[in-house]
């Protein structure tokens, strides 16, 4: 009788843990969405990385609240859950990435496989993995916003990326301006 009640507490225990890493995946996400720069410091662990396994390129945790998040902010980008891939950990999600980058250059939003790795009720890590539309998204990409960059190279050939991403409006009101002129001819 006692290994019984033993088993049950365990299985209480293991379903109890996976919701409250669940949640706090869910919570960081939302966090993110709403550019709460101040309860995500609280949420993450403070050797937190961001990966994403499809580029040469991560931000630690420094660099991810002092630029994706204003770049996130900027591009008014935010991650809509599609499907809990696993609720436990590390939590996994199919995300659709959205942006005003994507509405305004009409690019199909990409999808993207986001794991979380919860330690102590902490985001530790945070990987972004491509998914079988990712080729069809760089091709689309290829056609859609390069033109949009050529034609910022030419026009303000002193602005960097780094510097429209990080100023507030800038990036939209660059979007309008092409638009507009590519309207225009």
């Given at each position: 009788m006692k290994s019984i009640f033993f088993a049950l507490f365990i299985a209480i225990q293991f379903v109890s843990h996976t919701q409250s890493d669940l949640k706090c995946a869910e919570k960081f996400i939302s966090l993110l969405n709403d550019y709460d720069s101040t309860g995500l410091d609280s949420l993450l662990t403070p050797d937190f990385e961001l990966k994403r396994n499809f580029v040469n390129y991560h931000h630690d945790r420094e660099k991810f609240m002092d630029q994706y998040i204003m770049y996130n902010r900027n591009f008014k980008g935010k991650f809509k859950i599609l499907e809990t891939i696993s609720s436990k950990n590390p939590v996994q999600f199919l995300v659709e990435d959205q942006s005003i980058y994507f509405d305004k250059l009409q690019i199909q939003y990409p999808t993207w496989k986001i794991t979380l790795y919860v330690k102590n009720q902490q985001i530790q890590k945070m990987m972004l993995d491509s998914t079988n539309y990712y080729h069809s998204y760089v091709e689309e990409s290829k056609l859609k916003a390069n033109p949009f960059h050529d034609w910022i190279k030419e026009k303000y050939p002193e602005e960097t990326d780094e510097i429209r991403?990080?100023?507030?409006?800038?990036?939209?009101?660059?979007?309008?301006?092409?638009?507009?002129?590519?309207?225009?001819?």
């Open positions: 991403s990080q100023t507030p409006g800038l990036m939209e009101e660059r979007l309008e301006e092409y638009l507009k002129q590519k309207k225009n001819q």
